[in-house]
């Protein structure tokens, strides 16, 4: 079944809803068992292992091509010079998650300031809380 798994339900990153994008290729590059190339865990193997480095090299090529098909070509232009999936993920963390005095400071008026929209469900009004507060949590680290 991990075979199986594609991005065609994932909608194209266009250089919005970066954290929501990543949230869904972090499960579908988990759902094939590709995650931790990808996030840098399973790190590359030496030379001289040559049958585990051609796996590695062929499973984070994988995890690329999974990465790069759920994005827009104008975001793809930006990671043309990567040269692993990590190397992806990285870049694309690099330019859309800024962590600077002044975001950290946006956040917490963000969530200072916050009121439920008379549109959105309980469940989606706590869940907004949630990732305001996990933002916040993210600036400590």
């Not at 250089?15 to 929501?20: A, F, I, L």
């Not at 590709?34 to 590695?56: H, K, M, R």
């Not at 098909?69 to 800024?98: G, P």
Request: aromatic residues 8%; charged residues 25%; contains cysteine.
């Amino acid at each position: 079944m991990a075979d199986k798994v594609d991005v065609s339900g994932v909608t194209k990153f266009d250089g919005k809803n970066y954290h929501q994008w990543k949230f869904q290729m972090k499960c579908a590059l988990k759902a094939k068992g590709l995650y931790g190339i990808a996030d840098g865990t399973v790190t590359q193997p030496q030379a001289t292992q040559q049958q585990e480095l051609e796996s590695w090299n062929k499973r984070d090529a994988q995890a690329m091509f999974l990465l790069t098909a759920a994005m827009e070509l104008s975001q793809i232009t930006l990671v043309e010079n990567c040269v692993s999936s990590r190397d992806v993920i990285e870049k694309l963390d690099s330019i859309y998650v800024q962590k600077s005095e002044v975001n950290k400071m946006l956040i917490h008026e963000q969530f200072h300031q916050y009121k439920m929209n008379t549109n959105d469900s309980i469940a989606h009004h706590v869940s907004k809380i949630e990732n305001l507060a996990r933002e916040i949590k993210r600036w400590k680290s």
